[in-house]
């Protein structure tokens, strides 16, 4: 009879074993795939940091890259003349330490063209300054090169923003209101340079005909190799 006992209470125990195993597997199974879970949840947290990342990368480079503030349009509430030509005038540059003075003449078409045209000696034009509402072209004839850039490429480089306006302005024998005590001036990351007018009286609304140099014979260069 003990024996009957005893075989009985070792099939109880097997069969609380092999519960107590199938419970410990289920378990088991279950801690895995709930790993499983949360390594798939922690790559795809890392991924989401990774493209987080690369977005305040690309942020802070378009944030370098491009000016601070938008480059201003002025309002033009009015017109005080179509066509401008000033002769005789003179005009005091510094480039640095080192100032350079010259006579220069202008012509304007008020939202057309400004040209300045500098001439050293024996009224020969040496260099030449052309803006249009769009852009600004510096022509050395002498070196037989040219510049040239957009406003909103140039104001990425200088301070205060250049504009159409201040050298539609200097063509008709004023002032730029940016200028102070009468003279402008522009500073870049490399140096300053400063223009200084003597003016004479212009002639205004006469008819003028006057286009862009063909700078076809004459090497482009970087605008901001100009600047340093």
Same mark, same amino acid.
């Given at each position: 009879?003990?024996?009957?006992?005893?075989?009985?209470?070792?099939?109880?125990? %097997? +069969?609380?074993?092999? /519960?107590?195993?199938?419970? !410990?597997?289920?378990?088991?199974?279950?801690?895995?795939?709930? =790993? &499983?879970?949360?390594?798939?949840?922690?790559?795809?947290?890392?991924?989401?940091?990774?493209?987080?990342?690369?977005?305040?990368?690309?942020?802070?480079?378009?944030?370098?890259?491009?000016?601070?503030?938008?480059?201003?349009?002025?309002?033009?509430?009015?017109?005080?003349?179509?066509?401008? %030509? +000033?002769?005789?005038? /003179?005009?005091?540059?510094? !480039?640095?330490?080192?100032?350079?003075?010259?006579?220069?003449? =202008? &012509?304007?078409?008020?939202?057309?063209?400004?040209?300045?045209?500098?001439?050293?000696?024996?009224?020969?034009?040496?260099?030449?300054?052309?803006?249009?509402?769009?852009?600004?072209?510096?022509?050395?004839?002498?070196?037989?090169?040219?510049?040239?850039?957009?406003?909103?490429?140039?104001?990425?480089?200088?301070?205060?923003?250049?504009?159409?306006?201040?050298?539609?302005?200097?063509?008709?024998?004023?002032?730029?209101?940016?200028?102070?005590?009468?003279?402008?001036?522009?500073?870049?990351?490399?140096?300053?340079?400063?223009?200084?007018?003597?003016?004479?009286?212009?002639?205004?609304?006469?008819?003028?005909?006057?286009?862009?140099?063909?700078?076809?014979?004459?090497?482009?260069?970087?605008?901001?190799?100009?600047?340093?």
């Amino acid at each position: 009879m003990k024996r009957y006992t005893y075989i009985l209470i070792a099939c109880v125990l %097997v +069969m609380s074993s092999c /519960k107590t195993t199938q419970q !410990l597997t289920r378990m088991e199974q279950q801690q895995l795939l709930l =790993t &499983q879970k949360l390594d798939e949840m922690s790559h795809k947290m890392d991924s989401v940091q990774q493209q987080l990342t690369a977005v305040k990368r690309q942020l802070n480079e378009l944030s370098q890259t491009q000016p601070e503030e938008s480059t201003p349009t002025p309002l033009v509430t009015k017109r005080d003349w179509n066509t401008c %030509v +000033m002769r005789g005038a /003179k005009a005091k540059v510094t !480039l640095g330490s080192k100032s350079y003075s010259s006579s220069c003449s =202008t &012509q304007a078409v008020w939202d057309t063209l400004v040209v300045i045209s500098i001439t050293p000696a024996f009224g020969i034009e040496a260099f030449r300054v052309e803006a249009t509402p769009r852009d600004i072209t510096v022509i050395n004839k002498a070196a037989k090169e040219y510049y040239r850039a957009t406003y909103a490429e140039l104001n990425t480089e200088v301070r205060p923003f250049v504009t159409f306006a201040d050298l539609r302005s200097l063509a008709s024998g004023k002032t730029p209101a940016s200028a102070k005590n009468g003279v402008l001036t522009y500073t870049a990351k490399n140096g300053s340079a400063s223009l200084q007018m003597t003016y004479t009286t212009p002639t205004f609304n006469q008819p003028l005909s006057i286009t862009r140099l063909d700078v076809k014979k004459y090497t482009k260069k970087d605008f901001k190799t100009l600047l340093k």
